[in-house]
Structures are given as structure tokens and as C-alpha cells.
């Protein structure tokens, strides 16, 4: 059982809006920033957000994320085909001393 | 052009040692977090540890700990994973990555090993 809980499906058809939850608590994303991974089937996953909200380069502006208290959320506008993929959230963690956590990932399936 | 290079798959047999690696390069290898990340098959991402190069200064997940052994050789921008006794249980892909800097950088994953297949079996 992840630390960081997300639901662990969602689907959408091309063009749609969807989101992604990812809920914490206090050690974790009550207090650190959340990052987001894609990870497309059978590759390395790849940094999507990181920072909360913040996208690095090449990453398209039709992925947002956000955060409020202890929970944080993936938006994915005007759906893709490509956009297929898993779905991590992760947090640094206060209580670990050092290493992160997880969420256990989202499948997202495009109609 | 920062890339982290893991070493190839591997197979072995219950019991035996293994010793996995990754090579950075493009950066300051020893400026920089390198965390180590499991995902066993059909399964999601999990955080085994991270070491920082330039000091060795190491921390293990709960789970971890004493299960295995990161390390890293600065001379050679190289970090470890080994395991002393391996178990059918740690039949895994395990991607090593670097941590950004500082609390802007939200300490992200910025870059990813390909990866490295570990498979144990009599």
C-alpha cells in the first residue's frame, strides 16, 4: 500500500479534460512539492511536473498540476491517444529522513 | 547532454550477490542526488534510497534498509545497487535517476536510467 494514494484508473476520450488526485498527508505533500511521472508502456518513466505546478521543457502546456493542503492534482487538457500511460505523483517525505514516496499510479486509458 | 547509463540485465539464481550500476554523465556527478527506484513487474514505482556522490551520504526507505546496499564511486560518476542474498522476490526492473537541486527543483526525478532487469530464478 502506497504512501500517496491515487485512484488507480481513469479514461477519457480524445479531446476531454481529466484529472488525476493524489492525496498525502502532512510529512509529505503538506509540506513538500509534488511531482508528477509519465510513464509510457515499457519505458523509463519521464519527469511530467515537478515543483507542483511547474512543467520542464518540451513537456506541452496541456499538462497542469496543482496543490492544496495535502492532496495535489494532474490536469490533462484536449486528450491525446499518446497520452496513454501511467501516472505517478511523488513527494519528498519529512518522516523518511531522506527517500521519497510514491503514489501507486494511475492507468490512464483513452476511449 | 546529461545521460545516466545502467548496466545490463541480469539473471541469477537464489542466494547469489549482485551488483548493478549507473553511470552518470553531461553533469557534476557529485552535485547531484542519485535515487534508486524499484518496479516489480505489473506493479507501480517505489523509492528505494538515494546517495549524494560527493559525500556518500546515503538514506534507505523503511522497506529497504538492510535489504540492500547503495553506493557510489565519484571517480568513475558511478552509483550502485547491490544485493548480498538475492530472493525470488526482488525480481524487479530497478532505474536509477537524478534528483534536481534545491526545493524549486521540488527534489523531481529530472533524469532516468533506461533501467535494469533483474531476474532471479533456480
Known amino acids: 500500500q502506497s504512501v500517496l494514494t491515487q485512484p488507480p484508473s481513469a479514461s477519457g476520450t480524445p479531446g476531454q479534460r481529466v484529472t488525476i488526485s493524489c492525496s498525502g498527508s502532512s510529512s509529505n505533500i503538506g509540506s513538500n512539492p509534488v511531482n508528477w511521472y509519465q510513464q509510457l508502456p515499457g519505458t523509463a518513466p519521464k519527469l511530467l511536473i515537478y515543483?507542483?505546478?511547474q512543467r520542464p521543457s518540451g513537456v506541452p502546456d496541456r499538462f497542469s498540476g496543482s496543490k492544496s493542503g495535502t492532496s495535489a492534482s494532474l490536469a490533462i487538457s484536449g486528450l491525446q491517444s499518446e497520452d496513454e500511460a501511467d501516472y505517478y505523483c511523488a513527494a519528498w517525505d519529512d518522516s523518511l529522513n531522506g527517500p521519497g514516496v510514491f503514489g501507486g499510479g494511475t492507468k490512464l486509458t483513452v476511449l | 547532454e546529461v545521460q545516466l547509463v545502467q548496466s545490463g540485465a541480469e539473471v541469477k539464481k537464489p542466494g547469489e550477490s549482485l551488483k548493478i550500476s549507473c553511470k552518470g554523465s553531461g553533469y557534476s556527478f557529485t552535485s547531484y542526488w542519485i535515487g534508486w527506484v524499484r518496479q516489480m513487474p505489473g506493479k507501480g514505482l517505489e523509492w528505494m534510497g538515494t546517495?549524494?556522490?560527493?559525500?556518500?551520504?546515503?538514506r534507505y526507505s523503511p522497506s529497504f534498509q538492510g535489504q540492500v546496499t547503495i553506493s557510489a564511486d565519484e571517480s568513475i560518476s558511478t552509483a550502485y545497487l547491490q544485493w548480498s542474498s538475492l530472493k525470488a522476490s526482488d525480481i524487479a526492473m530497478y532505474y536509477c535517476?537524478?534528483?534536481?537541486?534545491?526545493?524549486?527543483?521540488?527534489?523531481?526525478?529530472?533524469?532516468w536510467g533506461q533501467g535494469t532487469l533483474v531476474t532471479v530464478s533456480s
Open positions: 546517495i549524494y556522490p560527493g559525500d556518500s551520504d546515503t
Open positions: 515543483s507542483n505546478n
Open positions: 535517476a537524478r534528483q534536481g537541486r534545491g526545493y524549486s527543483s521540488g527534489y523531481s526525478f529530472d533524469y
